[in-house]
């Protein structure tokens, strides 16, 4: 099957997507994730992949696995409302996976939008919750518009016109059903692409464009190992930096997470949790407007973006999320393809916490 995404794998291999699920739930089992959250992890992560978000996907095993394993992480963690006013709330994640705190506020910023229409939910000592979208995707199922954002992993990025970051990457998402059309999801980081991709990249032995990194001497960069050491670049310059600098604040501020000074790295800090502020917002379309009405005037703005005429070196006009909702529907379908270098990453992993390989990877033969 022809790989759609940016990266260039070798070697791959076809996984379904509920046996990859089952193996990433083992693992988290394994490592004294309860089962009920150690499942949501591992769907999320692999929901990821079958989107071809790799950088995003099962690739962040081993992450999470140190941070837990680390004591980073509480295993008994439960988050808690601690400010409950009206159409807003505060959440205090209380170290927990950062995908338990995620799906808590979403589920609650959907039920307050229910009751008032709209709603504000942050949270605080949360930790890495995977893509945003995951969590704005919820809020289609009850016909709202979803929208989270949460702090990055780290001060990723030199504010604009400085020289040291200061400044995480800060990642948001919408999403906005429609009718006959895939909804319209938007998940992005303010720096030109997530340091998953990067992360990706470099376990792959992948180039990457020279728009995506810096290296330690702020020149551009092609080599994922030398960007590792520099720092990401904002998307459209000092734009995409006061973007990463609101998002920041709205996440973090209000519900006193973790942000500048005491932001701490997901890959380099394991001295405990990382006191991640996040922001869930859901508006519930009905109290404005008919909802079929309202899809119905998605799809012609769709229909209207997609009609333009395509650039020489392009096949199709996309909107957002599209080819995730594609690539989904593929993998679902045919299995997910993945690179055996993560497989064997992960199969390492396993076999550390006494993880019998499931069938298909014995028949597979990959890290035999």
């Not at 394994?30 to 989107?51: H, Y």
């Not at 960007?227 to 209000?254: E, F, N, Q, T």
Request: aromatic share 8%; proline share 4%; glycine share 10%.
């Amino acid at each position: 099957m022809k790989n759609t995404s940016h990266y260039h794998f070798n070697q791959t291999i076809t996984v379904p997507f509920e046996e990859m699920k089952a193996w990433i739930s083992d693992i988290f089992r394994a490592e004294g994730l309860k089962g009920g959250e150690a499942e949501l992890v591992a769907d999320s992560l692999v929901d990821a992949d079958a989107r071809s978000v790799y950088s995003h996907g099962i690739q962040r095993v081993k992450l999470y696995t140190k941070r837990i394993m680390s004591d980073c992480i509480n295993r008994d963690g439960r988050p808690v409302i601690v400010v409950d006013r009206d159409a807003t709330a505060v959440v205090d994640g209380d170290n927990a996976m950062g995908q338990t705190v995620g799906k808590f506020c979403m589920e609650l910023a959907i039920q307050k939008a229910r009751q008032y229409g709209v709603s504000f939910v942050t949270a605080r000592g949360s930790n890495h919750y995977g893509r945003c979208a995951y969590y704005t995707r919820m809020a289609l199922e009850y016909d709202m518009i979803g929208f989270s954002a949460t702090i990055g992993g780290g001060n990723l990025m030199a504010p604009w016109g400085g020289t040291d970051s200061r400044v995480g990457n800060n990642p948001y998402s919408y999403a906005i059903p429609a009718f006959n059309h895939y909804p319209v999801v938007l998940d992005m980081a303010m720096s030109v692409v997530a340091k998953g991709k990067v992360d990706v990249a470099s376990k792959t032995h992948s180039p990457i464009p020279d728009t995506w990194a810096l290296d330690q001497n702020g020149l551009p960069t092609t080599d994922a190992e030398e960007a590792l050491k520099g720092s990401l670049r904002p998307i459209a310059d000092y734009k995409g930096s006061g973007m990463a600098i609101v998002i920041g604040m709205l996440c973090s501020v209000i519900s006193n997470g973790a942000i500048g000074p005491t932001l701490k790295r997901v890959y380099g800090d394991f001295d405990g949790g990382l006191n991640k502020g996040q922001l869930f917002m859901a508006v519930d379309i009905s109290r404005m407007t008919d909802v079929q009405a309202f899809k119905e005037r998605m799809d012609r703005q769709i229909d209207f973006i997609k009609a333009s005429p395509v650039a020489s070196n392009t096949e199709e006009v996309y909107l957002p999320g599209e080819l995730e909702y594609r690539s989904f529907d593929r993998q679902m379908k045919d299995g997910i393809v993945y690179p055996v270098e993560i497989i064997r990453e992960i199969r390492e992993i396993a076999g550390e916490f006494k993880v019998a390989d499931p069938e298909w990877l014995k028949q597979s033969g990959v890290g035999q």
